[in-house]
């Protein structure tokens, strides 16, 4: 089994809860519609990696940073970042024909996480960013997301349970792209202008 580390604990998820479609410039850059509700789905265990590849099985991955929770006793307890790793190529296919996205998001090494951090208040605001090669392309901040964290949380609760370990990914902002080999990805987690934690990754071939 995969694991994620808290506060340099080890836990094991059972699953990860993802939300879609969170940050309106995103669905605007993949000419998506808004949805009428939240948009959620799941990665196995076996999705968690900690090795960023740029492809699967020859099949090139997208990347899209996003803000995650640890949750336990029913509640959000920890946060870090992660990148849903993405066969974009896979996926709009599926969209098109109205198909489940598994096979383009749920594969193993779909998932990537930083280590994770105690976290005392959910609903204070949060921002991200991602640079590759020294350079932002991504930034996120909670005071853009649809579905705020807590709303995220009372809504996949009410028909799913989260066991302690679970992680939930709230979404990616614009400006994902293409994960290419040999390049460095630095994830960096604020609040209140300090940074709280800040991970790197060197992306190997596959």
């Not at 940050?23 to 009428?36: F, K, M, R, S």
């Not at 640890?70 to 990148?83: D, M, S």
């Not at 990805?185 to 596959?206: D, I, P």
Request: aromatic fraction near 8%; include cysteine; proline fraction near 3%.
């Amino acid at each position: 089994m995969q694991f994620i580390t808290l506060d340099s604990e080890r836990l094991t998820p059972s699953k990860v809860v993802c939300v879609g479609r969170n940050y309106t410039a995103h669905i605007a850059e993949l000419n998506n519609e808004t949805p009428d509700e939240m948009v959620l789905f799941n990665k196995p265990n076996s999705a968690i990696t900690h090795s960023l590849k740029a492809l699967h099985n020859d099949d090139v991955l997208h990347y899209e940073t996003e803000l995650c929770f640890v949750v336990k006793n029913k509640k959000f307890v920890g946060i870090g970042l992660g990148l849903d790793l993405t066969k974009r190529t896979v996926q709009s296919k599926l969209k098109n024909k109205g198909l489940p996205w598994e096979r383009a998001k749920a594969f193993d090494g779909s998932v990537i996480f930083s280590d994770f951090i105690a976290l005392s208040d959910s609903t204070q605001q949060f921002t991200f960013e991602l640079k590759i090669n020294g350079v932002v392309t991504q930034q996120g901040d909670t005071h853009f997301m649809l579905h705020k964290p807590d709303a995220i949380l009372q809504e996949i609760s009410e028909f799913m349970h989260l066991d302690d370990g679970d992680v939930v990914m709230t979404g990616t902002p614009s400006g994902v792209g293409e994960v290419v080999a040999n390049s460095t990805f630095t994830v960096a987690l604020f609040a209140n202008e300090q940074c709280l934690l800040e991970q790197q990754w060197k992306v190997v071939q596959s």
